[in-house]
């Protein structure tokens, strides 16, 4: 009778940012986007990838290194840019067998612009940080093309092949229930969002789907308040809609209480009913208490007067929020930010009482979550996991509470960074060059402590996971299981050794 009885989303979602509140819609809903074979005689392509390579976790772990020639022969037997199985590579750019590495800047899917190696395929580009991302595409692109191909290589020995149902277009005759087809289409530096990262995973034989987004510079204080009581500046919560702030110049105007028309005695400085001072409004920054509606719609109204910036004021006593959008986000093109409530009030109260104050938005430079290796992996392992737990062709089993993805895909991105010289107590964290944490922390979504057999840092035992107040699922719930995992690891190391390979 055309009733749906189940629904299954293969897009997983890990925010890894410190603050649990980044992405917040008001309502709390976040977006939801939704062999073994014998190693074959193979001719040297020349390749070679300027990249952090493994075990370097990311930038603030290491150095780039010039590679040449890094595939496996036993898992990428004709390099990573084949998939017709004969000597000599198919694509010059950023796509292969295993993955196909592009930017999405636009946020609309689609096959965007690949890093070119040109016939040498030399993936040399250069870097430079104290730019915009955009800056240096061709070095990002690489990195993601490169830890995606590792990532396939590595695990390849380890039992995630042909027959297990990995991620290659061309199986190059190994058993499978499907003839490949299902390579993973990386999109980097992607518009649709910031702050996070995704992996869809569809049944063996269809493209599985890696989405990387750009996340917020180090912290700064956008907002600086320029005459009044409060002057000074200020920290503020980032949008993941509308234009980012500018780094150069900032964006500077009188600010201006925005007021509608109040159904039910509601708020009439929350712009969720129609503006009525809208020609106040023209060329302001906007000033705007968080209620009941969307921030992308509060966004979006105030812009349609012809504000050139929003000030959302926190009313929640705390820290400012990073905010989603929500359904009108997509058609904002101004830049936005959260403040504290106490903040807020203050400048709320300033602007009831006539003095007119003015303020200055800038942005930081964002930072590109196709370096953090922690990352891409941790996306790559929801892949192997989805693909393993229920064998190739039912990717929909992980859903219950208890499921272990995000643990799973913590141990990922641990185990490939691990050290020689690593010990037990080492505090490990994940994502930290993204989210900007510092090294030794953990900070990032819902992980409680750093990674370490040391209890007086992590304390945290499976019946943790029973404290729902504290631990959240997926992501919490995960924390816990990869700290089991990765106390596994290392009686397994104090037991057999460590093999830097």
Not at 28 to 48: A, F, W
Not at 121 to 137: H, T, V
Not at 260 to 271: C, E, F, Q
Not at 474 to 486: D, I, S
Request: aromatic share 10%.
């Amino acid at each position: 009778n055309g009733e749906i009885l189940n629904k299954s989303d293969w897009i997983i979602n890990c925010s890894f940012e410190s603050n649990q509140d980044h992405k917040n819609n008001q309502s709390n809903n976040s977006k939801i986007y939704i062999q073994e074979t014998e190693t074959k005689s193979i001719l040297t392509d020349g390749s070679s990838y300027n990249v952090f390579a493994l075990p370097v976790e990311s930038p603030i772990h290491g150095s780039r290194q010039l590679l040449f020639e890094p595939s496996s022969d036993v898992a990428s037997p004709y390099g990573w840019h084949d998939i017709n199985g004969v000597d000599g590579p198919e694509y010059t750019i950023t796509r292969g067998n295993n993955v196909w590495a592009r930017e999405d800047v636009d946020g609309l899917g689609g096959n965007g612009y690949s890093a070119d190696g040109t016939s040498e395929l030399n993936f040399d580009f250069e870097l430079n940080f104290d730019q915009q991302p955009i800056g240096y595409q061709d070095a990002s692109l690489t990195n993601l093309f490169y830890i995606n191909n590792m990532m396939h290589d590595i695990w390849y020995q380890y039992g995630f092949d042909e027959q297990s149902g990995n991620f290659q277009e061309n199986n190059y005759g190994n058993s499978s229930s499907f003839g490949g087809g299902d390579s993973v289409n990386a999109d980097g530096q992607d518009g649709d969002g910031m702050n996070n990262a995704s992996f869809g995973t569809p049944a063996d034989g269809a493209n599985p789907s890696m989405t990387m987004y750009l996340w917020n510079g180090p912290s700064g204080e956008p907002l600086t308040i320029n005459n009044g009581a409060s002057s000074g500046s200020y920290s503020g919560g980032s949008a993941d809609f509308g234009d980012s702030l500018p780094t150069e110049s900032p964006v500077t105007a009188d600010l201006v209480l925005v007021t509608d028309d109040p159904v039910l005695g509601g708020d009439i400085y929350d712009a969720c009913e129609t503006i009525t001072n809208g020609s106040e409004i023209a060329g302001k920054i906007a000033v705007i208490r968080r209620g009941t509606c969307e921030f992308g719609f509060k966004v979006l109204a105030a812009q349609a007067e012809g504000a050139v910036a929003v000030i959302i004021v926190n009313n929640v006593p705390g820290s400012a929020v990073n905010m989603g959008g929500g359904a009108d986000g997509g058609s904002v093109t101004i830049p936005s930010i959260m403040v504290a409530q106490d903040l807020g009030n203050d400048l709320i109260s300033e602007l009831e009482s006539g003095i007119t104050i003015s303020g200055s938005l800038i942005g930081t430079i964002d930072l590109d979550g196709s370096f953090d290796n922690g990352i891409v992996s941790h996306e790559y392992g929801h892949g192997i996991s989805q693909r393993l737990t229920g064998g190739s062709s039912s990717v929909n089993c992980m859903n219950n509470a208890e499921q272990m993805g995000e643990g799973w895909s913590d141990w990922f991105g641990l185990m490939i960074t691990i050290e020689e010289g690593d010990s037990a107590i080492d505090p490990r964290g994940l994502g930290n060059f993204a989210s900007g944490i510092s090294l030794g922390e953990a900070g990032f979504s819902s992980r409680k402590a750093p990674y370490t057999t040391d209890f007086s840092i992590n304390d945290y035992t499976y019946g943790d996971s029973n404290d729902e107040s504290n631990i959240t699922e997926p992501h919490g719930v995960g924390f816990v299981f990869a700290t089991m995992l990765w106390d596994l690891t290392w009686a397994y190391i104090d037991k057999y050794g460590f093999d830097s390979d």
